[in-house]
């Protein structure tokens, strides 16, 4: 079994015969189309006058704020309400299932070097969305049923079902019983070693974090000495700032998303070489 350093060193290499714009594009497109999906139906939902629970709870927050009571919604509402509040979950389930599945496509062709319709066989969750959802639900009340135990166990089975999404995709027939079945199977006496991994990213992007935020501290100074002399130098100076902090996080978190998430699929192939994983023999 790797070592996570040696993981992660191989994590980088992929990235960088070129899978690193694939995966982050892939990524990009899927969560922006489950943006869209979620502001057409709130769209939809006010254009028909349907209620739905984030409107109840602004109501909520805003009778309070004036002083004022906020009176409970009839049964009919009230099932109306979590009817809307249902149908939107589902729909990101849905296509939150779908763009995991699509991640784990381009991220297993990345392992294989496979560049072949990397990016249409990542919309593979379309062709199949029943099969996805139903991955995502059962995996969810699968942890949900092991938290209520403890917080401990309920960890324990996120670490377990962890390699679900990897296996689905190399086997898109597996059911989803099959694919959490054999994730478990393959997991066994690598949690710790999974959950190491996930510190070092958890540590590492919080100083990441610091060292950019501190960067940005020391230039809002240097700009603030240098333009305080100058009227108009000193909003030129603040939207300059605004926009190199934008930027700054909005590359920090993109990097390391896709940093984070080759270094799972890595450590999917490393765990599956040593448990001769069928996905890929």
């Not at 898109?172 to 099959?178: F, I, K, Y």
């Not at 999974?194 to 240097?222: E, K, Q």
């Amino acid at each position: 079994m790797k070592s996570n350093s040696e993981i992660r060193r191989e994590a980088r290499r992929i990235l960088s015969n070129g899978w690193f714009w694939r995966i982050a594009c892939v990524g990009i497109v899927l969560y922006s189309i489950a943006m869209v999906a979620q502001l057409l139906i709130s769209g939809a939902f006010a254009s028909m006058n349907v209620q739905t629970m984030s409107d109840f709870v602004m109501a909520k927050v805003k009778a309070a704020q004036g002083g004022l009571s906020y009176t409970l919604p009839s049964a009919e509402a009230f099932w109306s309400l979590m009817g809307t509040y249902a149908f939107q979950q589902l729909a990101g389930y849905l296509f939150g299932a779908i763009m995991l599945f699509g991640l784990a496509t381009v991220l297993m062709k990345s392992m294989r070097s496979d560049a072949e319709r990397w990016f249409a066989d990542s919309f593979g969750g379309f062709a199949r969305p029943l099969e996805v959802l139903w991955l995502i639900v059962l995996m969810n009340i699968r942890i949900f049923m092991w938290g209520l135990l403890f917080v401990v166990p309920g960890i324990v089975a996120m670490y377990r079902y962890r390699q679900a999404w990897y296996i689905k995709s190399e086997n898109p027939d597996w059911g989803a019983a099959t694919c959490l079945a054999e994730s478990g199977r393959i997991m066994k006496g690598f949690k710790w070693a999974a959950f190491c991994l996930d510190v070092y990213f958890i540590v590492m992007s919080a100083l990441y974090f610091l060292s950019i935020l501190l960067v940005l501290i020391l230039m809002g100074v240097v700009l603030h000495v240098a333009t305080s002399f100058l009227t108009a130098g000193s909003s030129l100076a603040s939207a300059f700032l605004s926009a190199l902090a934008t930027l700054s996080l909005m590359w920090f978190l993109i990097y390391y998303c896709v940093y984070y998430f080759m270094a799972r699929a890595v450590f999917y192939k490393a765990i599956c070489d040593k448990a001769e994983c069928p996905a890929e023999s």
